[in-house]
């Protein structure tokens, strides 16, 4: 990592130079409108604000603490080297989380993990576990249940669980992201909740 990108970011006491009164904070895309033009204490206002969900995403698809807050550093390399680019045409945090899962889709490609193909024809209907149909909505002890079994997904089919059941992407965006096809996504979602079943049972049964 070069020496120009060092994170975490300080935070800094110096207001940035997006004038608003103090009731009425700046939009993400003030701020990367500042940030783009070299204000550093605009860009640490988005880390600060967004770093927290950034991490979240890294660990629920990576389910490695220390693989998640190095991607996270990434991210926000990333994003120091991109802001310029966003112009408002979305939402900043949908933009930052598809620039946050290619981050985490490029690492897992470094190591090797490919997303299992199958035909069109190999589709499988769906079948959501049990209680897991909304996972923010779950109980606290139903939730870490469910996040201690997804930590135990092999990594493609962790993506495809976590892109789809618990960030909200249809298959067709899912496909788009891991670069296949449709079917390949509702196959890889089966296997990954039919496996969580077995998880969550093993979990229950008395030791």
Known sequence: ???????????????????LSAAQPATDYELTRAASEGDMSAFE?????????????????????????????????????????????????????????????????RKGVRVEQTTEDGETPAQVVKGTENPGSMPVVDRIALDKAVSQLPPGYRAVFVLHDVEGHEHEEVAKLLGCSVGTSKSQLHKARMKLRMLLRQQNEPQ
């Open 45 to 109: 206002e988005l880390y600060a604000r967004h770093s927290r969900r950034v991490y979240s995403l890294c660990l629920r698809m990576t389910a490695n603490t220390a693989e998640a807050e190095d991607l996270s550093q990434e991210v926000f390399i990333q994003l120091y080297r991109k802001v310029g680019s966003f112009r408002g045409e979305s939402q900043f945090t949908t933009w930052l989380h598809r620039l946050t899962v290619n981050q985490v889709l490029m690492h897992f490609r």
């Open 1 to 19: 990592m070069t020496e120009a990108a060092t994170f975490p970011l300080r935070q800094r006491a110096t207001p940035f130079d997006v004038t």
